[in-house]
C-alpha cells in the first residue's frame, strides 16, 4: 500500500513537501508518481520517477517548480512543490505501476496498479 502525507495549507508562493511512503510495491521496480485532482476536475499526473533508472517526468504546469525524489532505502518518494498557486490546490494521490516509464505513467494513470488515499493541498491566503 501507499501512504501519502505532507499536504496542508500554505500561502501563495510557499513550499511543501509531499512523502509517499510504500509497504509492499517496491520503489526498486515500481514507478511512483504525483498525480492530483481538484474538485470537478479529471486527475492528472503531476510528476512520475521510473522505476528502471530513475528518469522523472514533470507536466508543464509544474516543470520548474516540483522536484521529485526517491530515497531507496525508505521505499519512500518524495515530491517537493515551491511557488505553490492556487491551480495547485487539490488531493495529491500518490500512485505506483510496474517498470513503467515516468512520462507513460503519467500521462495514463488509469493503469496504476497501487494508489494511496491521498492527500489535501490547499494554497490560500
Known amino acids: 500500500q501507499l501512504v501519502e502525507s505532507g499536504g496542508g495549507l500554505v500561502q501563495p508562493g510557499g513550499s511543501l513537501r509531499l512523502s509517499c511512503e510504500a509497504s509492499?510495491?517496491?520503489?526498486?521496480?515500481?514507478?511512483i508518481g504525483w498525480f492530483r485532482q481538484a474538485p470537478g476536475k479529471e486527475r492528472e499526473g503531476v510528476s512520475c520517477?521510473?522505476?528502471?533508472?530513475?528518469?522523472?517526468y514533470y507536466s508543464n504546469s509544474v516543470k520548474d517548480r516540483f522536484t521529485i525524489s526517491r530515497d531507496n532505502a525508505k521505499n519512500t518518494v518524495y515530491l517537493q512543490m515551491n511557488s505553490l498557486t492556487p491551480d495547485d490546490a487539490g488531493v495529491y494521490y500518490c500512485?505506483?505501476?510496474?517498470?513503467?516509464?515516468?512520462?507513460?505513467?503519467?500521462?495514463?494513470?488509469?493503469?496504476?496498479?497501487?494508489w494511496g488515499q491521498g492527500t489535501q493541498v490547499t494554497v490560500s491566503s
Open positions: 520517477i521510473g522505476s528502471l533508472d530513475g528518469s522523472t
Open positions: 509492499g510495491p517496491s520503489v526498486d521496480y515500481y514507478s
Open positions: 500512485g505506483a505501476e510496474y517498470r513503467q516509464t515516468a512520462q507513460i505513467m503519467c500521462e495514463i494513470w488509469q493503469r496504476n496498479d497501487y
